[in-house]
């Protein structure tokens, strides 16, 4: 009888300990599940931060200044910018090209939808 009620002593403690495991497996999944979807949150947000700039200018024709404000947040932030302006240097725009129309455009965007290419066309 002695080693029945040890066998079940030892039958129990596995039981336990499966339990004490698959509880530990349980709860990490739902914290992973949980950081993972947390992650899509925050890459979303922050995509949508970066395009909020490029899409507040309507897409059509745009002024000089707003042309040249687009030009530097593209260089800075590593966008391409095909730029189609015959006698506009934008390095050193002069102040009658300010008030130049220009054609804006976002090109395409990348896999996650940032922006990757706008074009400027006089």
Same mark, same amino acid.
């Given at each position: 009888?002695?080693?029945?009620?040890?066998?079940?002593?030892?039958?129990?403690?596995?039981?336990?300990?499966? #339990? *004490?495991?698959? /509880?530990? +497996? =349980?709860?990490?999944?739902?914290?992973?599940?949980?950081?993972?979807?947390?992650? $899509?949150?925050?890459?979303?947000?922050?995509?949508?931060?970066?395009?909020?700039?490029?899409?507040?200018?309507?897409?059509?024709?745009?002024? #000089? *200044?707003?042309? /040249?404000? +687009? =030009?530097?947040?593209?260089?800075?932030?590593?966008?391409?910018?095909?730029?189609? $302006?015959?006698?506009?240097?934008?390095?050193?725009?002069?102040?009658?090209?300010?008030?130049?129309?220009?054609?804006?455009?976002?090109?395409?965007?990348?896999?996650?939808?940032?922006?990757?290419?706008?074009?400027?066309?006089?």
């Amino acid at each position: 009888m002695e080693n029945a009620s040890k066998a079940l002593v030892m039958a129990g403690a596995v039981l336990i300990a499966v #339990g *004490v495991i698959t /509880l530990a +497996l =349980y709860v990490y999944s739902v914290f992973s599940s949980y950081a993972n979807t947390m992650e $899509t949150v925050y890459s979303a947000s922050q995509v949508e931060s970066f395009n909020r700039f490029y899409e507040s200018y309507p897409e059509g024709t745009i002024r #000089g *200044v707003d042309a /040249l404000n +687009l =030009y530097r947040k593209a260089c800075d932030d590593d966008v391409v910018v095909h730029v189609d $302006t015959p006698g506009v240097d934008f390095e050193d725009l002069q102040l009658d090209q300010y008030l130049t129309e220009f054609t804006y455009r976002i090109e395409k965007r990348d896999g996650s939808g940032r922006v990757a290419q706008i074009s400027l066309v006089n």
